[in-house]
């Protein structure tokens, strides 16, 4: 992952690494499992949303194609 940074994104990120008093590395390595975590729990609260009641046109239009 650090190949693909450019020379500024690396020192700004070595910056943040500094004070957090880690090394660049280790700072990226955790930085993506917090990434993966919060997409993780995003996807677990998509899931649990309740369903919503269709709106007043969803309903027409299902009405319109029900057959006779």
């Given at each position: ?40 729990a ?15 046109l ?11």
């Amino acid at each position: 992952m650090i190949e693909k940074m450019t020379e500024k994104q690396r020192e700004y990120e070595r910056k943040r690494a500094e004070r957090a008093n880690m090394t660049l590395e280790a700072w990226l390595k955790e930085k993506e499992a917090r990434r993966r975590a919060d997409e993780e729990a995003a996807e677990a609260q998509k899931k649990l949303r309740k369903p919503t009641k269709p709106s007043a046109l969803r309903r027409l239009i299902d009405r319109a194609h029900k057959p006779l």
